[in-house]
C-alpha cells in the first residue's frame, strides 16, 4: 500500500515536471523551427510553425562560410582557462572565508559582495585602461586574467563550505597535514557539489561573454563565437535563420559539458559522503 | 595539484609571449589600423578589395582592418577612444560625427595634399566645421518611396509618379490595404528621424532658421503629426506595433503584404535579394513640398593618431579615388561620393530598382536634422511625446506642446 | 579556527589571487567611477572636469530617477517571490531519486545556456502581439492576449516572465545542490519519529536549506538591479519608459549620451542602494539563515 502510494506521487512529479519542461523548451522548438527556414519563410503570413521546406542554408552559412571553427577553437580556450583560473582562485578565498576568523574579515567579505554589484558599463573603461596598461589588450589573457576575482563563486562555495564539520580540519591538523592539504585533501573533494555547479555555471558565463572579448580582442582571428554571432545582427536587417542556427549550434558545448557535470554531480553527492 | 598550477601558468605566461604580434621588418612600412562598421553584413569582400586597391597606390601603407557590427562599434569606439588606443582611421556616420569633432577626438584634415576633386560637394560640406574638414565621407544616401508593383497591379493603382503628394499616396495605401487583413498600404515610421523631415514637407520645421529655439509645437508641425498619426489609428493602412507583431518594417515589405515602403536606397541590395516580387522606386511625395533624408558615413582620422598622413591618404582614397567609387557602385553599396561619370552609369547599370533616376533626382530635396550636440538626448526626449500621439493618449497637440515645453526646459542654450 | 602567525600567512596566500584581482578589476575602477561621478566627463573628449555634487542633485531632482527605481521594484517584487518558489517547487522535486528525473534536470537547465540574445530576440517574437506564439496559444483557450512588450501595464511583466523562464533551471538547482548537502540520516530519524512530509519540509529541509536560500535571494538581488540585456533587446526601456531601469539608464547616458559623469553618479547611487540592502541581508540573516 504505502508502495504503491510512493509510486503515485512519482508519477504525478515526474508528469509535473514533463510540463514545466515543456513550457520551458517551447520557444527552443520555436528557435529550431527557425533556423531551418529559409529566409523567404521567416516572415510568412500565416505563421509556419514547422516549416515547409527545410532548409539548411544558415547551418551552412554558419559552419562554411563565416570562421566557425576558428572562433569554436577562441571561444573554448578562453572559457576553458577562465573556468580554471576562477574556480582555483575562488576555492582558495572561499576556504578562508568559510573556516578562518581573522579581523575585518566581514568587512572583506561585505566589500566583495558589493563590488559584484556595479555594473561593467561604468567600470568597463576604467578595467580597460587597467588592461591597456597592463599590455594585455587584443590578447587571450587579457580576457581570462579578470576572471580570476569571481565574488559569485567565492559566495556560493562560501555558504557550502560553512557547512563542513570543523572536526575533519582539527583531526587533519593533529595528524601533521598543512593547510593546503587540508584544502586539497579535505576542502575540494567534500565541495565538489558546489564546484561542478559552478564549472558548469563558469563556463557557460565566459561562454557567452560578449563585452570583454569584444572590447579586448581587436583581431578579427581572435573572435569568439557570441562575437561572430552578433554580426549577424546588422544596421538594417538581422538574419534571424542563422543567427537562430549559429545560437544553438553555440549552446552543444556547453550542453555537453552540463552533461557530464550532471552526471558527476550526482555522483560527487553519492560516493564523497558529504559530512 | 601545484604542478598544475605550475603549468597553468606556464601557458599562461606562453600565451602572453604569443599575443604580442611578432616583429616582422618593416621599417620603411607604415601600419594603420581602420575600424569601420558598413562594411559588415555583406560588404566585407568589398573592402577587402578598396584596401587592396589602395595598396596598388601605396604599398609602404598597411592597413589592418576591423569589422564590428554597427549595434557595438559605438560602445566600442568610445571605449577606445577613452582609453586612448583609438584606431587611426575609423568610421562615423552624420549623427556621431558632431560630438566627435566637437569634444576634440578627431583631427582636422589637411585636404590640400589630396585628390577630393571628385567628391559630390555636399557630402564634403556635411563633415565640415568652420569651413575645415574633419571628415572624408565616403557613401551617401537619400530616401526614397519604395513599392511592390505587383499589389498595385492588383489594386488596379497607377504606379508613383515624381510629382506625387502625401494625398495620391494615401489613396493608392487605402487601395491596397482592402485588399487583405494582413495587407498593408504604406509604412513610415513615427519617430523624431522620420518627424524632423515630415515637417519640412508641410513647411514646419524642429527650431527656427538659426536654431536657437525649438518651434516644436508649431501649427505646420501639428498638422504633418495628425496626418502621421491618422495613418496608424484612423486609416490603418500602416500597421501599429501590435499589427507588425515584432517583425521589421523591411521584413514587412520583403514578406510581400506591404504596398509601399520609405526608407533608404541601402534596402536595394537585400530587397534585391529577397524579394520575389517586383519592386521599383518613386521620389518620395511630400505634404507641400518634397523633402528626403540625407545620411553620409564618413572616414576619420583620430587626433591621437601617430601615422596622421598616412592615415589621410587612406581615407582620401577610399572617399575620393575613382577606383574604390567603383568597386563600391559595383557592390551595390549605396551611392559612393566620388560620382565620376563612369561610376555614375555603373550605379545606373544595377536594376532593380529601375527608376534609378529617382534617386538622383531625390537629391534636389535633401533636408538634415538640427545640428546639435546633445541631438540623441533631444530625439529620444521627442520620440516619448510621439508615441504618446501614436496610442492615442494625447493629441497632436497636446504631445508636441508637452514636447516643446520639456524639451525648451532641458535643452535650451 | 584560530589564527595563528602560521595561519596569518596561510590567510593571506590563499587570498591573495581574489584579493589582487578584486584590487585592481573591482577597487581600482570602482574608485576611478566615484570620482568620474563627480565630473562631468564626455568618454571621447578630454579631462574630465570636477562639478562637484550636480550630477547627484540633477539625478536626484529628475522625475525619471524615481520612475526606474519604481521601475525597478515592480521587476523585484514580482521576479523574487516568483523565482524562488518556482525553483524551490521544482528542486524539491529534483531531490526525488524517481527514475528518469535526471533528463528533466538536463532538459530544464537549456535555457539558462542560451545567450541572453539569442533568448531575448526569441521571446520579442513569442510575446509579439498579433503572430506571436503566446497569443495564438491564448486564442485556444479563448483568451485574448495583450500586446505583451508594447502595452505599459504589461511590458514588466513579460520581462519578469522571460527572466523566471532563464533563471529557474539555474536556481533549481542551486537549491538542489543546497538539498542534496543535508544528512539523509536527518530525515530518517525524523521519518522514525513519525513526521509528515509537510512537516519534514517545514522543520528540517528548509530551515537546513536557508544558507542556500540566503546565497540565492542575494544573487536575485542583485540580478534585479543589474537587469540588462533582454530590456535592451526586448523593449529598449520602452513603451514610454515603462521598462527602463538602472543599467539600461547607465548605459544610455553613458554610451549614447556622452555622459559618463553623470552615467557613473547614477551608478555610485545604485552600488549605494544594493550595498544597504544586502547589508540588511546580513545583519536580518542572523534570524534566520542557520549555521551548523
Redesign the interface.
Known amino acids: 500500500m504505502n508502495k504503491h502510494k510512493l509510486k503515485l506521487a512519482d508519477k504525478s512529479i515526474l508528469l509535473i515536471l514533463f510540463l514545466i519542461t515543456l513550457i520551458s523548451l517551447g520557444p527552443f522548438l520555436w528557435m529550431i523551427s527557425t533556423s531551418f527556414k529559409s529566409s523567404g519563410a521567416l516572415m510568412s503570413i500565416p505563421i509556419e510553425w514547422i516549416p515547409n521546406e527545410i532548409s539548411f542554408k544558415s547551418y551552412e552559412k554558419i559552419i562554411i562560410e563565416l570562421p566557425f571553427l576558428r572562433s569554436l577553437f577562441n571561444s573554448i580556450l578562453i572559457s576553458v582557462f577562465s573556468t580554471l583560473l576562477t574556480i582555483i582562485s575562488a576555492s582558495m578565498a572561499a576556504f578562508i572565508f568559510a573556516k578562518f576568523e581573522f579581523k575585518h574579515k566581514n568587512v572583506l567579505f561585505i566589500l566583495f559582495l558589493a563590488s559584484m554589484m556595479v555594473p561593467l558599463q561604468v567600470t568597463g573603461i576604467p578595467i580597460f585602461i587597467i588592461l591597456m596598461k597592463l599590455k594585455l589588450i587584443n590578447s587571450y589573457v587579457g580576457v581570462i586574467v579578470p576572471t580570476v576575482f569571481n565574488v559569485f563563486a567565492i559566495f556560493l562555495l562560501r555558504q557550502y563550505m560553512r557547512n563542513i564539520s570543523n572536526e575533519f580540519i582539527e583531526a587533519a591538523l593533529i595528524d601533521g597535514a598543512s593547510y593546503f592539504q587540508i584544502y586539497y585533501r579535505i576542502i575540494i573533494p567534500m565541495s565538489i557539489v558546489p564546484i561542478t555547479t559552478l564549472i558548469v555555471i563558469n563556463f557557460m558565463n565566459y561562454w557567452n561573454d560578449y563585452f570583454w572579448p569584444l572590447i579586448i580582442l581587436t583581431d578579427p582571428k581572435k573572435m569568439t563565437l557570441p562575437i561572430m554571432l552578433s554580426k549577424l545582427n546588422s544596421q538594417y536587417a538581422t538574419e534571424y535563420n542563422t543567427l537562430m542556427a549559429g545560437s544553438l549550434i553555440s549552446m552543444i558545448p556547453i550542453l555537453i559539458v552540463y552533461m557530464f557535470a550532471q552526471k558527476y554531480f550526482i555522483r560527487g553527492i553519492q560516493e564523497g559522503g558529504v559530512k | 595539484m601545484i604542478k598544475k598550477i605550475i603549468l597553468l601558468l606556464s601557458f599562461v605566461l606562453l600565451m602572453a609571449g604569443c599575443s604580442s604580434t611578432p616583429q616582422v621588418d618593416v621599417k620603411e612600412k607604415e601600419t594603420i589600423t581602420f575600424l569601420n562598421y558598413s562594411s559588415n553584413g555583406g560588404q566585407e569582400a568589398t573592402l577587402t578589395a578598396m584596401v587592396e586597391a589602395f595598396n596598388v597606390a601605396y604599398p609602404d601603407i598597411i592597413v589592418e582592418v576591423e569589422t564590428l557590427g554597427y549595434a557595438d562599434y559605438f560602445t566600442q569606439l568610445a571605449t577606445r577612444v577613452a582609453g586612448g588606443s583609438a584606431p587611426d582611421v575609423f568610421e562615423l556616420n552624420i549623427e556621431n560625427f558632431r560630438a566627435y569633432a566637437d569634444k576634440g577626438a578627431i583631427a582636422k584634415l589637411d585636404t590640400s595634399s589630396v585628390d577630393i576633386s571628385q567628391i559630390y560637394p555636399k557630402t564634403l560640406t556635411a563633415f565640415q566645421i568652420a569651413g575645415e574638414q574633419y571628415g572624408l565621407p565616403t557613401k551617401f544616401s537619400n530616401v526614397v518611396l519604395i513599392y511592390n508593383k505587383d499589389l498595385f497591379d492588383q489594386a488596379g493603382v497607377e504606379y508613383p509618379t515624381a510629382d506625387w503628394t502625401w494625398e495620391d499616396e494615401l489613396a493608392a495605401a487605402e487601395k491596397i490595404r482592402a485588399l487583405g487583413d494582413d495587407i498593408y498600404g504604406i509604412f513610415r515610421p513615427i519617430q523624431t528621424w522620420e518627424f524632423y523631415k515630415t515637417v519640412a514637407q508641410n513647411g514646419g520645421s524642429m527650431m527656427n532658421a538659426d536654431q536657437t529655439t525649438f518651434t516644436l509645437n508649431s501649427s505646420e508641425n501639428v498638422e504633418a503629426l495628425s496626418m502621421m498619426v491618422a495613418r496608424i489609428n484612423d486609416s490603418n493602412v500602416t500597421p501599429n506595433a501590435e499589427q507588425m507583431g515584432g517583425m521589421g518594417d523591411w521584413d514587412l515589405f520583403k514578406s510581400g503584404r506591404l504596398g509601399m515602403i520609405v526608407t533608404g536606397i541601402w534596402a536595394f541590395g537585400d530587397f534585391s535579394a529577397n524579394c520575389d516580387f517586383d519592386w521599383d522606386i518613386a521620389v518620395e511625395p511630400g505634404i507641400k513640398v518634397n523633402a528626403t533624408h540625407f545620411f553620409s558615413d564618413a572616414l576619420v582620422v583620430s587626433s591621437d593618431s601617430k601615422v596622421h598622413d598616412a592615415a589621410t591618404k587612406f581615407a582620401a582614397f577610399i572617399s575620393g579615388s575613382g577606383e574604390a567609387a567603383l568597386l563600391r557602385a559595383n557592390a551595390n553599396w549605396d551611392l559612393p561620393v566620388a560620382l565620376t561619370d563612369e561610376v555614375e552609369a555603373a550605379y545606373m547599370a544595377i536594376t532593380p530598382p529601375a527608376n534609378k533616376q529617382a534617386v538622383f533626382d531625390s537629391l534636389n530635396h535633401l533636408v538634415m536634422p538640427p545640428s546639435l550636440e546633445y541631438f540623441n538626448m533631444v530625439a529620444d526626449e521627442l520620440q516619448i511625446y510621439l508615441g504618446k500621439a501614436v496610442s492615442g493618449e494625447l493629441t497632436a497637440q497636446e504631445a508636441l506642446d508637452q514636447a516643446q515645453a520639456s524639451v525648451s526646459s532641458k535643452f535650451s542654450k | 579556527?584560530?589564527?595563528t602567525t602560521q595561519?596569518?600567512w596561510?590567510?593571506l596566500l590563499?587570498?591573495a589571487?581574489?584579493?589582487?584581482?578584486?584590487i585592481?578589476?573591482?577597487?581600482?575602477?570602482?574608485v576611478?567611477?566615484l570620482y568620474l561621478s563627480f565630473t562631468s566627463w564626455?568618454?571621447?573628449?578630454?579631462a574630465p572636469e570636477f562639478i562637484g555634487l550636480k550630477n547627484y542633485a540633477s539625478i536626484l531632482f529628475s522625475a525619471e530617477f524615481y520612475r526606474v527605481i519604481l521601475n525597478t521594484l515592480k521587476y523585484i517584487s514580482l521576479y523574487i517571490p516568483g523565482i524562488i518558489v518556482s525553483s524551490l517547487f521544482?528542486a524539491i522535486?529534483f531531490d526525488?531519486d524517481?527514475k528518469?528525473?535526471?533528463l528533466?534536470?538536463?532538459?530544464?537547465?537549456?535555457?539558462?545556456?542560451?545567450?541572453?540574445?539569442?533568448?531575448s530576440?526569441?521571446?520579442?517574437?513569442?510575446?509579439?502581439?498579433?503572430?506571436?506564439?503566446m497569443n495564438?496559444l491564448l486564442a485556444i483557450v479563448n483568451i485574448d492576449g495583450p500586446?505583451w512588450?508594447?502595452d505599459k501595464s504589461w511590458a514588466m511583466i513579460a520581462i519578469v516572465m522571460v527572466s523566471i523562464?532563464k533563471d529557474?533551471?539555474?536556481f533549481s538547482?542551486?537549491l538542489f545542490?543546497g538539498l542534496?548537502?543535508i544528512?539523509r540520516s536527518i530525515y530518517e530519524a525524523a521519518r522514525i519519529d513519525g513526521a509528515s512530509s509537510l512537516k519534514v519540509i517545514t522543520r528540517i529541509t528548509l530551515p537546513l536549506l536557508t544558507?542556500?536560500l540566503?546565497?540565492v535571494l542575494?544573487?536575485t538581488l542583485?540580478n534585479s538591479?543589474?537587469l540588462?540585456p533582454q530590456i535592451m533587446v526586448m523593449t529598449g526601456g520602452?513603451?514610454?519608459?515603462a521598462t527602463q531601469v538602472?543599467?539600461e539608464r547607465?548605459?544610455?547616458y553613458?554610451?549614447?549620451?556622452?555622459q559618463?559623469g553623470y552615467?557613473?553618479a547614477l551608478?555610485i547611487i545604485?552600488?549605494i542602494i544594493?550595498?544597504t540592502i544586502?547589508?540588511i541581508q546580513?545583519v536580518l540573516q542572523k534570524k534566520w539563515v542557520y549555521?551548523?
Open positions: 579556527m584560530k589564527t595561519s596569518k596561510i590567510i590563499f587570498l589571487p581574489s584579493l589582487l584581482g578584486f585592481v578589476f573591482s577597487l581600482i575602477p570602482i576611478s567611477a564626455d568618454v571621447i573628449g578630454g521544482v522535486m526525488r524517481i528518469g528525473i535526471g528533466f534536470r538536463v532538459l530544464l537547465f537549456i535555457p539558462v545556456l542560451t545567450s541572453w540574445v539569442a533568448g530576440i526569441i521571446w520579442r517574437s513569442v510575446l509579439s502581439g498579433q503572430y506571436g506564439l495564438n500586446s512588450l508594447t523562464w529557474l533551471g539555474f538547482l542551486i545542490g542534496r548537502g544528512d544558507p542556500t540566503f546565497f542575494i544573487t542583485v538591479f543589474q540588462f520602452g513603451p514610454d519608459g538602472m543599467v547607465i548605459y544610455t553613458g554610451f549614447r549620451y556622452f559618463m552615467a557613473s551608478a545604485l552600488l544594493i550595498v544586502t547589508l546580513l549555521y551548523e
